[in-house]
Structures are given as structure tokens and as C-alpha cells.
């Protein structure tokens, strides 16, 4: 059967099984053509279809399927670099494979969760990710899936220890990431792959021989560039440049291999192979003191690690082309070098308190949901046991007391004759409201768009065969008419619809949130929104930031304001949001305030959607938050 036939009966199968409403089979459905929608690389059903067996997971209590639509859930996340987001899913996951005590998917999970981190350059955090992986994995059967997911933990564990600098201990993974390959039966680019990231070691510890060695022996296999062509330049460029890294003199040599490499990795569209030979290129031409090609070649790194965002190359760039230029333009990459370098320092020290926030807020939500879980068990086993009792009272009562009953049915009737007749009075009045709409509508056709009508056909009937400019302004002036007479017709067709019901999406959302909280915090308010904003156009990260800054300056005003009255508003401005928040509290001095946590995150938040963000204060006298938010609809 082919992959497009499987496709069909996967599609129908799961849209039969929603059409019956059995939950069960279609989250099974949806699973196997979520994983034909991966094989095709259509990742927006894929999140889609994952989306839903998620809620109908948490509907049945499925822990399996609960565990595997967060892993899809995170995958996708992954895909697309929102690392934050994949980071949640894949803590989720994991809770709920450890439930299962699946001890080869926990460590899938654990391996996910350390290639972000590492990313996110939480090297510690990381490390300590992958040897949890690593020792699940050695409880299990020594397969040749096992092996490889191994190997894997393994490499990475030393490419995490050659960041850190740790060399011994990175060869010391390494070796041991080659004795798994040999215990594998297809481990041959395994095998490869890890004597490559050893020979990146000796370069970095300086043993060049042993580095060179192990580059030569890896250039005579024919094999592992069938396997993978890219290989082939990249252990090319390699060797080359730990040649002249060495001190070797054979420049002509050294120069032609690099071209090669970078002609190579140009024609097999490979962006990483091709930014390593670039950047060695500009290094090489730089110690050769030429400077025009050092230039040419930085230049081009400069440009191609911005397009496929490897930072370290960036930085590697901007300094070469600090050092090749003069005066304002070597000065303009070395601020730039300092700019990314100071970003990355601090989202380096950032990144393992944010990661650990993530896993504490994962776990304290699904700390909830099961307290909800049981909170609910005990109130289905009340509510029964309430019921049980009421029955019980009733059987008794009734046994004792049968003319009470028979009154009480008798009052009943009554009290049921009395519903129905207000029912019919009810109805009635609907009736007459409707007779009376259609009557006022069929006045207006009649007395006023029939009448306008008939008198302007007879008026151009009269001017049918009349020739000159007065005719034709007349003509005109009536076909004017014509068109206020459509717009009186859209008014009542418009008038016709008026339960039809528009514009629900973020803006509920945001009402609610405000509704709710000034209701919890005893507040007054007044909530605005323009109808003339697309909110579907802006990015769910923008939203949600918006949605956080409305929570956050609420409960600021709460902890802080002692206000009685808040006002939100939301108008367009040319091609801006305008947020405005304002309260009738105490104040402050916001110049003695920037310190605060609150106002820290309501700017953080701004900042991520290249917002401003003004706050006005004074004190006794209120405070006024005013946000400005991109917005291009098209």
C-alpha cells in the first residue's frame, strides 16, 4: 500500500470516528495520522490533531495518550526553536511516562529536554539530563535501539564537556560513546562520527598530530560520504586548517583544500558545512596578512550564521572583522560583538532558573489537576451518597405520609398549570413582537423604500428619452437616490440579523480575565476595546504577553494601589495598539519604583514584542500604564 493510500484510509478513519463520538477510537485515529502528518512534514495539522487527542486524553484519564501528545506537542515546538513552550511539553511528558514507568521514553524525553538546554547554553543542567538518560537506558536490554539512543547520550556528553572546556573528560565520553558503536551491528557511522568529534578535541587541546591522523583515516572512507555527503567538506576543511593550525607551510596546499571544501559544501546547499569552511577561510587569509580576502570570507560567515542563527560563529565573525577593518567600521562590530556577547552572557545565566521555573510551574499544575481529580472523586462519591439519602427520606416519607403525597401532587398539577399558562402568555407576547416587527418592516418597505422607489422609476421614465447635461445631472441625482435607497434596504436586512454574534475571540478572553479579577479584588471598572483591531493577525506570543501584562498590572494594582476604580482600554492609532491602564490608587514615584518585580515584567513582556511602555504616577493621584503594541493586519 502506498504512503498516499495509507494517508486517505488514516484521514477517514479518523474523521469517521469523530463523526460517531467515540473518544477512544479516535484518539488511536488521531494518533496514526498525526504520524503520517510528521512523516509529511505538515506540521500545522500535525499540532493541530496532537492539540486534540490532548483534551480528549485529560477527558478519558488515558495516561498513554496524555504522555505522547505532549511529546508530539513539544517535537513541534522544538521545530519551530520556541524552546520555552517545548520545554513545558516535554516536562509534562515526561510526568506522565514516568507514571507509566516507561523507561525508554523517559529517557527519549530526558536527551529532548538536554538538547535544549544546551542551546539555551545550561550546560550544567544539560549534563545532568543525559546521565539520567543514560542510566535508564542501561537498565534496559541491550538492543540495537538502546545502543544507539547510548551512543547518542554519550556524544553529546562529550561535545557538552569540550564547551565547558573539560577535555580530558569529553574524549573520556567519547571513547566511551566508540566502544557502544562497536556493540552495535550498524554502528559504522556511529564509529565515525565519534573518532571525528575526537579529532575536534586534539585540536582544541593542541595534539594536531592526533587530530590529523584521525581526520586522514576518516578521508579514505568512501562509505560514510555515501551515507552522508556533507562529511565529506567538512572533514576536508578540517584537516586543512589544523594543518596550518599546526604550522605547516604548505599555504598553496592548505588554500586549495579550503576551496574545495567550500565549493563542495556550496553545491550540496549545506549552510553549516559551509559556514565552517567560510569562517576558517577568513582565519586562514587573516594569519597569511591578506587582508582583502580575510574580509570577503568574514563577511560572508558574518552573513550566513545570522541566517542560520549559530552565535558563536557570529561572534567569531564580528571580531574578525574588528580586527580587519579601521575606525568607524571596525568599531561598529566590535559594539556589536559586545552587544550579542553581553545578551547571550545574560541569557546563559538566565536560562537554568527559567528552566527550573518551567519544571516547578509543570509540576504544580499537574499537582492541581490531580487534586481537582480527587476533589471531583470526592464530590461524585458525596453527591451519590447525598442521593442515596435523599431516596431513602423520600421512601420513608412517602410510606408514612400518602395524603401528603397525594397533596402535594395535587399542588404540584397546579403549580404546572400555572407554568404552562405563563408559558403560553410568554409565548404570545414573542408572537405579537414578531408581528409587530414584520408589520414595522413592511411599513418601511411600503411607506418608505417602495414609494421612494416608484417615484424615482417614474422620474427617470420621464428623462427615458431626454439628451443634454440637464438630463444626464438629473439622471445622476436619481441614481444617488438609488444608492441611498440600497443603504436603507442593508440597514433593515442588517436590522434582520441583529442575534448574530461577532467579533468573540481574544477580546472575550481579556474581558474575562479583567471580569474576574476586579470581581476577586472587590474593583469597579470600565473595559474598552476598538472593534477595528485584527487581533488574529498578531503572533500568540504577542497575545499572550498582552493577556500577562493585563494580569500582571491588576494584581499590581491590588497588592499596591489601593484603588477602588480600574479603566482598561485598547484603541487603534494609525499602526499601533494603544493599551491603556488606569487607577484611581494611592500612586507612586515611578523614578523609586523601576526597581519593583511588577513593573520589571510588564517591561520584559513589552520588550518582546518591540512595544513601549509608559508609566504615569503621582502620589494620592493615581497611576496610568500606557502601552504601545506593533500591529500590521496584512
Not at 573539560?166 to 565519534?194: F, I, P, R, W
Not at 532558573?353 to 471531583?376: M, P, V, W, Y
Not at 441611498?484 to 442575534?499: F, G
Not at 489601593?562 to 499601533?576: G, M, N, P, R, Y
Request: charged letters at 30%; one cysteine or more; a negative charge.
Amino acid at each position: 500500500m502506498s504512503f498516499e493510500e495509507r494517508f486517505k484510509l488514516a484521514k477517514k478513519a479518523s474523521d469517521l470516528s469523530a463523526d460517531l463520538n467515540i473518544d477512544t477510537t479516535t484518539v488511536l485515529n488521531n494518533r496514526n495520522l498525526s504520524f503520517l502528518y510528521l512523516m509529511l512534514g505538515d506540521f500545522e495539522p500535525y499540532r493541530e490533531i496532537n492539540w486534540k487527542n490532548l483534551k480528549l486524553a485529560t477527558k478519558l484519564n488515558d495516561t498513554l495518550s496524555l504522555a505522547m501528545s505532549n511529546d508530539n506537542l513539544a517535537y513541534y515546538y522544538y521545530h519551530y526553536k520556541q524552546n520555552d513552550s517545548a520545554y513545558y511539553y516535554y516536562n509534562r511528558a515526561l510526568n506522565w511516562y514516568e507514571a507509566l514507568n516507561s523507561l525508554k521514553n523517559q529517557a527519549s524525553i530526558l536527551g529532548n529536554i538536554a538538547s535544549i538546554q544546551r542551546i539555551e547554553k545550561d550546560y550544567v543542567g544539560s549534563e545532568e539530563n543525559i546521565i539520567g538518560a543514560l542510566k535508564l537506558l542501561q537498565k534496559l536490554p541491550a538492543t540495537e535501539s538502546n545502543l544507539d539512543n547510548q551512543w547518542i547520550m554519550y556524544n553529546r556528553l562529550g561535545i557538552i564537556s569540550l564547551d565547558l572546556k573539560q577535555y580530558e573528560k569529553s574524549l573520556e565520553y567519547h571513547n566511551k560513546a566508540l566502544e557502544v558503536s562497536y556493540k552495535m551491528n550498524d554502528g559504522y557511522y556511529n564509529e565515525k562520527t565519534s573518532i571525528h568529534n575526537k579529532a575536534s578535541v586534539y585540536r582544541k587541546t593542541g595534539d594536531f598530530d592526533d587530530a590529523i591522523a584521525l581526520y586522514q583515516s576518516l578521508l579514505i572512507e568512501e562509505r560514510l560520504f555515501e551515507i552522508d555527503p556533507p562529511f565529506y567538506p567538512l572533514i576536508l576543511d578540517n584537516l586543512a586548517f589544523t594543518k596550518f593550525e599546526a604550522g605547516h607551510k604548505d599555504y598553496d596546499y592548505i588554500e586549495q583544500t579550503l576551496k574545495k571544501a567550500y565549493r563542495l559544501s556550496d553545491s550540496l546547499e549545506d549552510p553549516i558545512a559551509k559556514l565552517g569552511v567560510t569562517i576558517d577561510l577568513a582565519k586562514f587569509f587573516k594569519g597569511l596578512r591578506k587582508a582583502d580576502s580575510a574580509v570577503h570570507y568574514a563577511k560572508k560567515s558574518y552573513k550566513l550564521s545570522k541566517s542560520v542563527s549559530d552565535n558563536d560563529i557570529l561572534l567569531e565573525s564580528m571580531l574578525l572583522l574588528a580586527e580587519l577593518n579601521e575606525g568607524d567600521e571596525a568599531k561598529k562590530y566590535f559594539n556589536e560583538h559586545i552587544k550579542l556577547s553581553d545578551s547571550l552572557l545574560f541569557k546563559e545565566r538566565s536560562a537554568r532558573n527559567k528552566f527550573a521555573r518551567i519544571a516547578f510551574e509543570t509540576d504544580e499544575i499537574e499537582r492541581e489537576n490531580e487534586r481537582i481529580t480527587r476533589e471531583r472523586l470526592w464530590l461524585l462519591m458525596l453527591s451519590v451518597g447525598l442521593l442515596l439519602t435523599l431516596v431513602l427520606l423520600y421512601i420513608i416519607i412517602s410510606q408514612r405520609s400518602r395524603n401528603k403525597e397525594l397533596k402535594f401532587k395535587q399542588d404540584q398539577q397546579q403549580a404546572n398549570e400555572e407554568i404552562y399558562n405563563l408559558m403560553l402568555s410568554q409565548q404570545d407576547k414573542v408572537d405579537e413582537a414578531r408581528t409587530n416587527e414584520k408589520r414595522r418592516i413592511s411599513q418601511e418597505l411600503h411607506d418608505g423604500i417602495l414609494g421612494r422607489l416608484f417615484g424615482t422609476r417614474l422620474s427617470l421614465d420621464s428623462f427615458n428619452f431626454s439628451e443634454g447635461p440637464e438630463a444626464i445631472k438629473t439622471r445622476s441625482n436619481y441614481i444617488s437616490e438609488l444608492k441611498i435607497i440600497e443603504e436603507d434596504i442593508r440597514k433593515i436586512s442588517h436590522d434582520l440579523n441583529t442575534d448574530f454574534v461577532s467579533g468573540s475571540g481574544f477580546m472575550d478572553i481579556i474581558e474575562e480575565l479583567v471580569q474576574k479579577q476586579t470581581q476577586a479584588y472587590q474593583l469597579k471598572y470600565t473595559f474598552d476595546s476598538d472593534d477595528g483591531i485584527v487581533w488574529e493577525s498578531l503572533t500568540n506570543k504577542t497575545k499572550i504577553n498582552v493577556y500577562r501584562i493585563v494580569q500582571e498590572a491588576l494584581q499590581n494594582i491590588y497588592k499596591h494601589a489601593e484603588a477602588q476604580f480600574v479603566s482598561i482600554s485598547f484603541k487603534l492609532k494609525k499602526d499601533v495598539i494603544c493599551l491603556s491602564i488606569e487607577d484611581d490608587g494611592k500612586g507612586f514615584d515611578p523614578n523609586r519604583s523601576k526597581k519593583g518585580i511588577g513593573l520589571k515584567n510588564i517591561n520584559s513582556r513589552v520588550k518582546e514584542f518591540d512595544g513601549n511602555v509608559n508609566f504615569e504616577s503621582q502620589i494620592n493621584n493615581g497611576t496610568k500604564i500606557s502601552i504601545e503594541i506593533p500591529y500590521q493586519p496584512n
